[in-house]
């Protein structure tokens, strides 16, 4: 074989593997495409089966769901409850996360791959195994119904993933750069403030989208340990399906309305977060 014909196969796979990835991204965005087109049809429209494309479009989903001409259930405070919970938590993970990588990757303790096995281990437990435990705690300490208990929940969930995220990202942080700050009298918050903090930004960017996106998302706890105070925009989404029935168009309008502060988080930080998941991928 040519080195010809290797360079055209190696472009027919190339352009096979193209196809592929076009075909799988066009595959998971039609359901979200549909959703949102849903959302701006009419009940009777959203209702048809086959579904219609050429339907009208109307925001008469969107008014119900926000509540427009005082009917229906305000979605304001569940959306600000999940906002709290999943920017505090994020915050706390982050604030977590960073001294805890950077003690197992830059200034490794002992034992460490113990340690990091550790925080794993805390991810293969089922969440309802620990739901009534939880419940218990929290009834016991006068914290159901708290926007402040799903901080603290959402804070120890996702930070063994956090910490491992961030020691793959501060395990490229330059060992020069640091013994550079130490010589000049740089402490450790001065080094991880100005010194690992701009070098690791595209991880910390990445870890902090990730973290969002997991609590934002989060249900479960959410569903069962909060009431009217500290429900959050998932549970309020599960609260619009009822007896009276299934109303399509308003579920689309809500479900794309709570997806946007993440679809819009993720296209914000794109750029770190691209930079960040491929960061350490190849020594």
């Known amino acids: 074989m040519t080195q010809g014909d290797r360079r055209d196969g190696r472009r027919v796979r190339g352009a096979a593997l193209g196809l592929l990835a076009w075909a799988c991204g066009i595959a998971f965005f039609l359901p979200v495409a549909w959703m949102v087109l849903t959302s701006f049809h009419r009940e009777p429209d959203a209702a048809t089966n086959p579904p219609s494309l050429v339907a009208p479009l109307t925001l008469h989903g969107y008014r119900e769901f926000f509540g427009v001409g005082g009917a229906g259930v305000s979605p304001w405070p569940p959306l600000l409850n ?9 915050l706390l993970v982050l604030a977590l996360a960073v001294p805890a990588a950077y003690a197992l990757s830059i200034r490794p303790v002992r034992k460490w791959r113990d340690v990091l096995f550790f925080f794993l281990s805390t991810k293969m437990l089922p969440l309802v195994a620990g739901l009534l435990p939880v419940y218990l705690v929290a009834q016991n300490t006068r914290m159901l119904d708290s926007i402040w208990l799903l901080v603290i929940l959402y804070t120890s ?3 063994p993933i956090a910490v491992w995220m961030m020691r793959s990202f501060l395990a490229e942080v330059p060992v020069e750069i640091l013994e550079a700050a130490s010589i000049d009298g740089a402490g450790l918050p001065t080094t991880l403030l100005r010194i690992v903090g701009p070098v690791a ?3 910390i960017a990445a870890t902090a989208l990730i973290s969002f996106i997991f609590s934002w998302n989060e249900l479960l706890f959410a569903r069962v340990l909060t009431g009217v105070v500290a429900g959050t925009s998932p549970v309020f989404l599960t609260g619009l399906v009822t007896s009276q029935g299934l109303f399509l168009a308003k579920v689309c309008a809500a479900a794309t309305v709570v997806s946007l502060p993440v ?8 750029d770190k977060l691209v930079q960040g998941l491929s960061l350490g991928a190849v020594k």
């Open 82 to 90: 999940s906002l709290t919970a999943s920017v505090a938590s994020t």
């Open 157 to 159: 969930m996702n930070l």
């Open 201 to 203: 930004l595209p991880g």
């Open 263 to 270: 679809l819009v988080a993720g296209f914000a930080a794109q």
